[in-house]
């Protein structure tokens, strides 16, 4: 089925992003990935060693660029100015790579975005020739600034980064599906295959998820699980799902029957 996913004019097959943090060792990140069958990769930019450090063990040696596309992004950054220098180094780091996502959070705590200095950096980098996704509040006239700003995707949270619980609000996720002219993609908070195929099935275009594979019992199953998840939610979406009804419809048909 020719059904991909698009961002910034490229293709990808796979409607599942993933994260490189939380596992165990780099292989762990490496098979997980292969299992979730992934084409794009998140990378903080802070934590992970992506050629920074010369004598570390680097992720390029298990997800090297030629199979995978790096998604530097800037956990960690609590201001627009941090924000965008992280992305400059990435992009030196990464000879020019210009897809990146942007996260600038409000407060260690709920480690919720701060959509003021959000929306000041994403026009800094989408003005110095960035390919901006973007971790937003499901908030669907500021998901409607930053698509107008000129970034390439953006992603609200279902709940909050690392909860685990879910898509809390399905009806503001639908409205900002329904006004976007950019992929949507849900980000943070998807805690299990269920999860996933919900945010498929209302629309989006994708899901991003690092702690529901790396924190899960068996990460390279839970990855599995979810890449199926993601296949069956998008198929149901695209199928059409009946309508809800208040009362019972027999499956089989009224006529003819034996009396």
Known sequence: MNDFLTIAGKQYRSRLLVGSGKYRDLNETRDATLAAEAEIV??????????????????LDVLP???????PNTAGCYNAQDAV????????????????????L??????????????????????DGFDVMVYCSDDPVQAKLLQEI???????????IGSGMGIVNPWNLSLIIEQATVPVLVDAGVGTASDA???????CDGVL?????????????MARAMKLAVQAG?????????????VAAPSSPREGRMT
């Open 42 to 59: 998140t990378v903080a930019i802070r934590r992970v060693n992506i050629g920074q450090d010369p004598n570390a063990p680097s992720l």
């Open 65 to 71: 660029t030629k199979d995978f596309t790096l998604l």
């Open 85 to 104: 220098y992280t992305l400059q180094m990435a992009r030196e780091l990464l000879d020019g790579h210009k897809l990146v996502k942007l996260e600038v």
């Open 106 to 127: 409000g407060d260690e705590q709920t480690l919720f975005p701060h959509m003021p200095e959000t929306l000041k950096a994403a026009e800094t980098l989408v003005r």
């Open 150 to 160: 000129g970034c390439v995707a953006v992603m609200p949270l279902a709940s909050l």
């Open 197 to 203: 195929a919900i945010a498929m099935e209302l629309g």
């Open 209 to 221: 998820m690092n702690t529901a594979i790396a924190a899960a019992r068996e990460p390279v199953r």
């Open 234 to 246: 998008r198929e149901a979406y695209l199928a059409g799902r009946m309508p809800k009804r208040f």
